[in-house]
């Protein structure tokens, strides 16, 4: 069975699902460096937001990591399922009585259902950000000669609740989005190094550490930047 | 001390099963659990009922035979315990214990509490050996050196009794906390070398055919583990496997 593809096997589906989370641990880096930003745009009208925007959209190697970020997301997403849909058929009678709690984490044993509510704010983050950015209708603004899409109007006003009624449920869901993710980090992130087999006594407990940091601070970080936009327009 | 047990009844592989309540009477405290099941039983053998199939052998807690998922937990609610070395004083007078068979499609009930584990063995069939050619004058074992530490690690993997409380407990029913000792203990030592990168492939290949569900990495199997196996060895075959496939050896 594991000689026809390579992932066929059980591990492989999981080296899969380490590499392309921890890839997306990376994505997040990325992705907050670039929202910590909306913090003090309104000092400059939004200008260094974008044109950061237009150069993420145009610049070629950071196309390259685009693509390799939605491949990630769509692949880690049908492992996930696959895995999941497997462990199901592993166990076709359930305990009439069971106390996982006992022995292993929340977050550890629930990663399918975080997973899937990250996925539920991901379709509609994307709706609201990224496909507005790239097919919507954006007002262009002009910077020294140079015409670049205003996408920091189009943030500002999505947050803002005299601009957009359902700012205050879409703040709600993005809350939720970034706890759920917490969740999925705090398990996630170290449960990768241990997929590919990356463990050590003297490592180890380092990296369980800088995963619980992680999962903690970046979405406190992702929420705190988008309830400070909601704020200091309401 | 009186005990209301539910206990699941399978009549056979192919039958339905349902949890069925039992009194227990005139239990004490130094009573091993299997022995309370051995004073229900004979208590159903005198009513002309159909006594309890349960695995056990050697009650010391060292041949893996004994099972049961007892009140949610692999082999009951003490923590390196088989369920022979579990006393009936570690429950509460009057309290309601469930009895439940290992859970894993793998592990199909063969009756009652019993569960056919002859997946373990095929999985040790497919490569959890050393292949040695005796000459009939084999050296001194003192002549290859082990380090300790090296050593420390395989006994610890090859105390793995190979219960299957890991599958039991395993919310993915994964085997993984038992191939990875199986195969630890070899991959540790001088004399696994030669095979160590095809007995990963073979053996992982097996786990996969009998129908084991998915590592998630809960860490509830070395948890529940009579005899504490570690999740150092799923890292080692994780990495041997890679290895393996990565080099094509």
């Known amino acids: 069975m594991a000689q026809n593809g390579i992932l066929q096997s059980s591990l492989a589906k999981k080296y899969a699902m380490a590499v392309t989370g921890l890839f997306l641990c990376l994505f997040l880096v990325g992705h907050l460096a670039g929202n910590l930003q909306l913090l003090t745009a309104a000092s400059d009208g939004g200008r260094q937001f974008n044109e950061y925007a237009k150069f993420m959209t145009t610049f070629p190697a950071v196309k390259v990591l685009s693509y390799l970020t939605y491949f990630s997301v769509l692949f880690h997403l049908v492992d996930g399922v696959v895995l999941s849909l497997q462990n199901r058929k592993a166990r076709p009678v359930r305990y009439a009585m069971e106390r996982a709690s006992t022995n292993a984490g929340w977050s550890s044993r629930n990663m399918m259902l975080l997973g899937t509510i990250v996925l539920v704010f991901l379709v509609t983050h994307m709706q609201n950000f990224w496909w507005q950015m790239h097919f919507g209708e954006v007002a262009m603004i002009d910077y020294d000669g140079e015409s670049v899409k205003d996408l920091y109007t189009v943030v500002a006003a999505f947050f803002n609740p005299e601009m957009n009624r359902w700012a205050l449920p879409a703040i709600g869901l993005y809350l939720l989005g970034q706890f759920a993710l917490g969740f999925h980090l705090w398990h996630g992130f170290s449960s990768g190094f241990q997929s590919v087999g990356l463990r050590h006594p003297r490592y180890t407990n380092i990296i369980s550490c800088l995963g619980k940091a992680f999962s903690v601070l970046v979405p406190v970080l992702f929420s705190a930047i988008v309830v400070f936009m909601y704020i200091t327009q309401a | ?249």
């Open chain 2, 1 to 249: 001390m009186d005990f209301t047990l539910k206990i699941w009844r399978q009549e056979g592989p192919q039958e339905q099963g349902r949890m069925e309540t039992y009194p227990v009477t005139g239990i004490t405290g130094d009573m091993s659990f299997l022995e309370m099941m051995d004073v229900l039983n004979d208590q159903l053998i005198r009513d002309g009922q159909d006594p309890v199939a349960f695995d056990h052998d050697c009650r010391e807690g060292i041949c893996g035979m004994c099972s049961m998922f007892i009140n949610g937990e692999a082999h009951g609610p003490n923590r390196k315990t088989t369920t022979c070395q579990l006393h009936m004083r570690s429950f509460k007078d009057g309290e309601t214990i469930y009895i439940e068979p290992w859970r894993a499609a793998a592990f199909p009930v063969v009756k009652d509490l019993a569960v056919d584990r002859s997946a373990f063995d095929r999985i040790i069939q497919s490569g959890g050996y050393v292949s040695v050619n005796s000459s009939g004058n084999p050296l001194d074992a003192n002549a290859i050196p082990v380090p300790k530490a090296d050593a420390d690690d395989a006994f610890n993997a090859a105390t793995c009794i190979g219960c299957g409380a890991c599958v039991a407990t395993c919310k993915n029913a994964s085997a993984m906390l038992f191939v990875s000792a199986k195969v630890s203990q070899f991959a540790l030592l001088p004399q696994g070398q030669p095979e160590r990168m095809s007995r990963v492939q073979r053996m992982v290949d097996q786990m996969d055919k009998e129908g084991f569900g998915n590592c998630t990495n809960t860490g509830a199997c070395e948890v529940e583990c009579p005899k504490g196996i570690s999740l150092d060895n799923i890292a080692r075959m994780n990495r041997d496997y890679l290895k393996s496939k990565v080099t094509g050896e």
